[in-house]
């Protein structure tokens, strides 16, 4: 038997519009350009260095009803991506060395903000293993022990499956460097295949990782015009709402 649509009425499909590591353009530039359309997005703060002055302002974000994730204090990646002769990454970790970590992270966030509406955690560097080789082991548990949800990478051409992806595990795809007509496409399909597209950003600039403001806007026109057959709403809103559809078919 098929599945029951699982989408609000009317919607073809979900997006999610994903920041990582509160850079200060997503705040100055991000924000009111979502706020103008009445969107929503999620920003994944990573709470370490001077984060109660770095994050402080990031309380408006939150007034407008953005979702603010965990990003970790340290936010450890591979040890591959370091030329330190004793550098200390994931492979280094274990298991409880990074949920000290992550918890951490919520007590910094909630000390900054109180304690927040239901959010994610997004991997660092989208990795979710800690150790390396017979003794790795995927962190993905203990994300779901302490998250509503959690947000990985994904392999381009494929949309979160709403009965079928891990919602702590969902499938993000970066953003960086393309242009307006390219990211409405990645929406254009997730409402043709009924599914949920996540999208990532870091920088709103031209960058290495950034996403240039003027193809940024294009697509935040773009959504708000599609609104009544694209529904977009923050990561833990949407993991939340497919939770209960699963929840009612019988899945997890
Ligand atoms: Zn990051």
Request: charge should be negative; glycine fraction near 12%; aromatic fraction near 8%.
């Amino acid at each position: 038997m098929p599945y029951p649509d699982p989408w609000p009425a009317g919607q073809r499909g979900a997006v999610s519009l994903t920041f990582d590591d509160g850079t200060p353009d997503q705040l100055r530039d991000g924000v009111p350009r979502l706020d103008a359309r009445g969107l929503q997005g999620t920003f994944y703060l990573p709470t370490g260095g001077d984060w109660q002055q770095r994050l402080a302002p990031w309380a408006t974000a939150l007034a407008t009803g953005h979702e603010l994730g965990n990003h970790s204090v340290g936010h450890t990646c591979s040890e591959n991506f370091a030329n330190d002769p004793q550098p200390r990454g994931l492979e280094s970790l274990t298991l409880a060395d990074l949920e000290a970590d992550l918890l951490e992270c919520e007590r910094r966030l909630t000390a900054l903000f109180g304690p927040l509406p239901a959010h994610s955690f997004a991997y660092p560097c989208y990795q979710t293993d800690v150790g390396r080789g017979a003794g790795r082991q995927s962190y993905v548990p203990l994300v779901a022990r302490h998250f509503v949800a959690g947000r990985g990478g994904g392999e381009a051409g494929f949309h979160n499956h709403p009965y079928h992806v891990d919602l702590h595990c969902v499938a993000g795809l970066t953003c960086q460097q393309l242009s307006g007509a390219e990211m409405i496409g990645l929406c254009e399909r997730a409402a043709r295949q009924g599914r949920w597209a996540v999208l990532v950003f870091h920088g709103l600039q031209v960058g290495r990782l950034g996403t240039a403001l003027n193809e940024f806007e294009e697509l935040l026109d773009y959504l708000a015009d599609q609104r009544a057959r694209l529904w977009c709403a923050p990561l833990a809103t949407v993991a939340g709402h497919l939770r209960e559809q699963r929840a009612a078919v019988g899945l997890t």
